[in-house]
C-alpha cells in the first residue's frame, strides 16, 4: 500500500524517517478536509485496510469527541487524523496507550509539558487546565469478535481566532511555546511514537504502558472529581487507574471503578 494525496513536506519528512515509522510507513492518506477522520478511517477498515492505515485531514468539518461532542478543525489550525488498529492489538489499555505516544511526540518535538486527564485529554496545567488536544476510539465488531479500532485525534497546532473563545479551556501548541509546528513535523512524531509504544503492547508489556500514563496523568491521584449518574451528581477523589484502564474514584469510603460516563474535574 503506498502513501497516497501527501503534500510534498509531509511525503519527504516520512522517507527521512522511514525507519521510525514502522506499520504505518506506506498507510498514509492525505485529504484537503473531510467530515470526520475517523469515519473515513472506519470506512477504509470495513473495506479491509490493514493495521496501521492512517487518515490525515486538513480540516474536518464535522469533527468530533466523546458523546458526539463537536470537535473545531479549522483548515490548517491543527493535525487531526485517525489510525486503524486490528487484532492482536486490540488491548483493553489501546487509548491509553495513544495518549502516551501523543503526549511523548509532542513532548519530544516541542519541549511542552502535555499531561493526560483520564479518559482521553491532551492537556497544558497552566493556571487551569487547557486542553490542547483528545482522542476518539471506535471500536468494529463481527460475529467472531472485535474487527478494528480506529483511534482518532486532534492536536491543536495554531492560536486559531475560534480557539480564542475558548481561551479558558483550548490552547494550542503555537499558543504555549511560540512556535509554528510544520504539520509533517509532528505527524512523524506522533507516528513513530505510535510505532514505539504499539510494539510494547504487542510484546505484551502492559504495565510499562500503565505505569507510563499514571506518570503523565497526575490528576488521576488524589484530585476532586464529580460523577453523574442516574441518583445525581456525587463527588469524590480519584485513585489511579487499574490494570484495564478504568478510572477509580473513592466515594464516600467505597472504591468505584468507572469505565464510561461523564466525570468533572472540580
Known amino acids: ?4 494525496g501527501l503534500p510534498v513536506p509531509m511525503a519527504d519528512a516520512f522517507r527521512t524517517h522511514r525507519d521510525r515509522l514502522g506499520c504505518f510507513m506506506g498507510r498514509v492518506t492525505y485529504l484537503q478536509e473531510t467530515g470526520s477522520t475517523n469515519d473515513k478511517a472506519i470506512e477504509l477498515a470495513l473495506a479491509g485496510a490493514p493495521e496501521g492505515t492512517t487518515v490525515v485531514a486538513g480540516a474536518q468539518t464535522a469533527g468530533r469527541g466523546r458523546r458526539g461532542r463537536s470537535w473545531l478543525s479549522p483548515r490548517g489550525a491543527g493535525l ?3 489510525v486503524v488498529f486490528r487484532p492482536p492489538v486490540l488491548s483493553p ?22 499531561v493526560l486527564k483520564w479518559p ?8 487551569v487546565n487547557r486542553k490542547l488536544g483528545g482522542i476518539l476510539a471506535e471500536a468494529g465488531a463481527s460475529p467472531t469478535g472485535l474487527e478494528y479500532v480506529v483511534v482518532g485525534f486532534g492536536i491543536n497546532l495554531l492560536a486559531a481566532a475560534n480557539l480564542s473563545a475558548l481561551s479558558d479551556k483550548a490552547t ?4 504555549e511555546c511560540g ?3 510544520p504539520l509533517a513535523d509532528l505527524l512523524v512524531e506522533v507516528l513513530a511514537a505510535l510505532a514505539v509504544w504499539r510494539a510494547t503492547m504487542v510484546d505484551g508489556r502492559m504495565n510499562a504502558i500503565l505505569s507510563r500514563w499514571r506518570t503523565l496523568s497526575p ?3 488524589a484530585s476532586p472529581v464529580e460523577l453523574d449518574g442516574p441518583s445525581g451528581v456525587r463527588r469524590g477523589t480519584t485513585a489511579g487507574i487499574d490494570a484495564d484502564g478504568a478510572l477509580l474514584v473513592r466515594v464516600n469510603g467505597t472504591t468505584e471503578r ?8 472540580v
Open 1 to 4: 500500500m503506498s502513501n497516497y
Open 120 to 127: 482521553n485529554d491532551l492537556v497544558v496545567k497552566r493556571g
Open 93 to 114: 489499555v489501546l487509548t491509553l496507550m495513544s495518549g502516551v505516544a501523543l503526549a511523548e511526540a509532542i513532548r519530544c518535538r516541542v519541549g511542552l509539558a502535555v
Open 258 to 265: 468507572i469505565v464510561s460516563g461523564e466525570v468533572r474535574w
Open 219 to 221: 490528576s488521576s491521584i
Open 179 to 181: 512556535e509554528v509546528v
Open 80 to 82: 487531526y487524523a485517525s
Open 172 to 175: 494550542s501548541i503555537e499558543s
